[in-house]
Every structure is written in structure tokens, then in C-alpha cells.
């Protein structure tokens, strides 16, 4: 029943991110393909409104002001009975950061500068709406 209740209501997403320009670029590409979005500004405000939003999926900075999203990130697996999905966006080459990353549970580990299509193709698999993924809007936003 909450299946079938999921599947009728667009599926909702939380970007954690502190840069303004990142932050709406993926929130105009994410509403494009239909999905709801709600944004943090830091790691708190991300904590807060994971726990109030109850999102279907995480995009999480991991350089942030207040909180890191790995402090974000190890609180959400810590505290949370269902585990979020959860994708991690930085601008850091370090592969310690990725293996850690990883290691706390992370769905996908994506480095800045990103093709959005990448980031699309990875939202659409992690929700199960792959087939959701259309070439031709993903360049309205732009």
C-alpha cells in the first residue's frame, strides 16, 4: 500500500550543498525530470530537514559550512531505521575521501565538475525511474 502510494507522488529529493550556482542548476535539471526538491544550505539545516522532509533520495555536498557532509552522512546512517539513499558531490580528487565515503554506505560518489546527465542517470537508477531519463529535456535548464 505505501508502494503504491510512492509511486503516484513525485519522488522527493534533498540537495545538501552550500554553492548557490550548483545548488539550482540541479534543482532546475531534478524538477525537469519531476521530481520535488527541497534544499539545505549546510550540513545542520541538511540533518533538519532529512529528519522533517523524509526525502526518497540524498544529494549531499561534502564540503560544507557547520557540518561536513561526511558528519552528515555518518548521523544519517547512525540515526536513521531505513537507510536513506544517499549521493556524495565534491570538488575533492582525494580517494581516501571516496573509500570513506563508501565505506559509511554512500549509493554513489560523484567528483565536481559533473556532467548533469551523470548525475540524472544516477538519481533515475538509485529511484528505480532509469526509464524516467529522457535526452531531450535535459537541456532545457540550460
Do not use: C
Not at 503504491?4 to 532546475?28: F, G, P, T
Not at 557547520?66 to 552522512?73: A, D, E, N, P, W
Not at 554513489?108 to 551523470?118: H, L, Q, S, T, V
Amino acid at each position: 500500500m505505501a508502494e503504491d502510494q510512492m509511486e503516484s507522488e513525485a519522488k522527493r529529493i534533498l540537495l545538501v550543498d552550500d554553492d548557490h550556482e550548483i545548488v539550482e542548476s540541479m534543482r532546475l535539471a531534478l524538477q525537469a525530470k519531476g521530481y520535488q526538491v527541497v534544499v539545505a544550505r549546510d550540513g545542520n539545516q541538511g540533518l533538519a530537514m532529512a529528519e522533517r522532509e523524509d526525502p526518497d533520495l540524498v544529494i549531499l555536498d561534502m564540503m560544507m559550512p557547520k557540518r561536513s557532509g561526511f558528519l552528515v552522512l555518518e548521523r544519517l546512517r547512525r540515526t536513521r531505521p531505513v537507510p536513506l539513499r544517499i549521493i556524495m558531490i565534491t570538488a575533492n580528487e582525494g580517494s581516501r575521501h571516496k573509500a570513506y565515503a563508501e565505506m559509511l554506505g554512500v549509493d554513489d560518489y560523484i567528483r565536481k565538475p559533473f556532467a548533469m546527465d551523470r548525475l540524472l542517470a544516477s538519481v533515475g537508477r538509485l529511484l528505480g525511474q532509469s526509464d524516467k531519463t529522457d535526452e531531450s529535456k535535459s537541456d532545457e535548464g540550460e
